[in-house]
């Protein structure tokens, strides 16, 4: 295993561990939970723009340029040999996934919030 990817994967722990440490202290303080579950009618902060949304973004901004400096050292006919590659071609596959994730939850827990808040008024409506 190169240089690279083992940077990447030390890189990878580190934005973990602010990830965690930022989106544990959130749920606690935010979510309401009854009988384990959340509720969402009780629960605002999927309805508003959070930090972790603001987190989100900022990791797809580093995903984007990761993605580019791939395409620029291909360019430069370097090969997965170079540490550089290496590192940046993985932190682009791990951060994408992770982004995909989260965007795939954060829209279901969007869609249940939104439910919770006023799905009696449209089902009423119709």
Known sequence: MGIGFIVS???????????????IPM???YVV???GKINYK???????WNVFDTLTLVLAIYTI???Q??????TSSQTIENPYMQFFANQSSA???VIVGY??????????????????ELDDEQ
């Open 9 to 23: 994967f030390i890189v990878v722990g580190i934005w973990s561990i602010i990830i965690l440490g930022i989106t």
């Open 27 to 29: 749920d606690k303080k």
């Open 33 to 35: 939970r009854e009988n």
């Open 42 to 48: 009780k629960t605002t902060i999927y309805l508003r």
């Open 65 to 67: 340029l990761c993605v």
């Open 69 to 74: 400096a791939v395409f620029i050292l291909l």
């Open 95 to 97: 951060w994408v996934i």
């Open 103 to 120: 965007l795939v939850s954060r829209v279901s827990i969007t869609l249940k919030s939104i439910k919770a808040h006023w799905g009696d």
